[in-house]
């Protein structure tokens, strides 16, 4: 996948991109991660990417014309989404990251300042992405994230360490608590059931862990995540009174 963000800030991005599972898949050549100044897209001796808003106010507005001219840059003759990360965006989910690893490219746009002319909302932008109801400085950490979020789903990016398959909010729960060595630390012991070499056991104890939870914390994750009949009961059992996704469907 190849990945290209356009900033004011391209500085801001190496720390988080040359560490950990975004430098291993861009090595593996999982992630072509590209970042660029949008400065290098402006014409005037200052470099120029914000001006004033028409009608007045405060702050200041992202230019078109360098936005504009550097997508149609990068982007060549290929159709490629254009996501623009602004805190009126549609709501980042793990669902949303699943979608975008379908995509074989994405442009990012890291928007500053009151925001970007609505003309590039308007006619350059196809996706607008907000990582959660709070403002940021900018789109730059919020670009982060999601790339992040995205590239560690491509297939050989997380290695032999586990599949993203098990990781909370990709089952729609939480996921249970993890235990190491050692087994009995300040007096607080592993739970007997890890221990006991039996699978099918672990398995029930972690799925019914994962419910536990997910009831605890995030109840509102159960009225949409997949469950089977035995998931429902558990969780009947364990207080749960609220709907379930598949409710009035007959099974
Ligand atoms: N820019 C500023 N705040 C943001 C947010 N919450 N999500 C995405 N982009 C942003």
């Not at 975004?22 to 120029?48: C, S």
């Not at 989404?81 to 990251?97: E, K």
Request: charge should be negative.
């Amino acid at each position: 996948m190849r990945i290209d963000i356009l900033t004011i800030f391209p500085e801001m991005f190496p720390c988080v991109l040359d560490a950990s599972i975004l430098k291993r898949a861009q090595d593996k050549g999982l992630a072509d991660i590209r970042v660029w100044n949008l400065r290098d897209w402006t014409t005037d001796r200052h470099k120029t990417t914000d001006d004033a808003p028409y009608g007045g106010g405060g702050g200041m507005v992202m230019k078109p014309e360098p936005i504009f001219a550097a997508v149609e840059d990068i982007r060549g003759e290929e159709e490629v989404p254009v996501i623009l990360l602004t805190p009126q965006g549609r709501r980042f989910t793990q669902t949303v990251a699943e979608e975008l690893t379908q995509q074989a490219r994405l442009i990012f746009i890291c928007g500053r300042y009151e925001g970007v002319d609505e003309r590039v909302r308007e006619h350059l932008v196809t996706d607008e992405i907000s990582i959660g109801d709070y403002v940021l400085s900018g789109g730059e950490l919020a670009a982060m994230v999601v790339v992040d979020a995205v590239v560690r789903l491509l297939p050989g990016a997380l290695g032999y360490e586990r599949a993203a398959a098990e990781d909370s909010h990709a089952t729609g729960l939480l996921e249970g608590p993890h235990y190491t060595r050692p087994l009995l630390f300040r007096g607080w012991e592993v739970p007997e059931v890890l221990r006991s070499g039996h699978h099918a056991r672990v398995a029930e104890w972690r799925r019914r862990q994962a419910l536990k939870r997910t009831l605890e914390r995030r109840p509102d994750l159960l009225a949409t995540a997949r469950l089977t009949e035995q998931d429902k009961r558990w969780l009947r059992e364990m207080g749960y009174h609220g709907p379930f996704a598949d409710d009035g469907v007959s099974q």
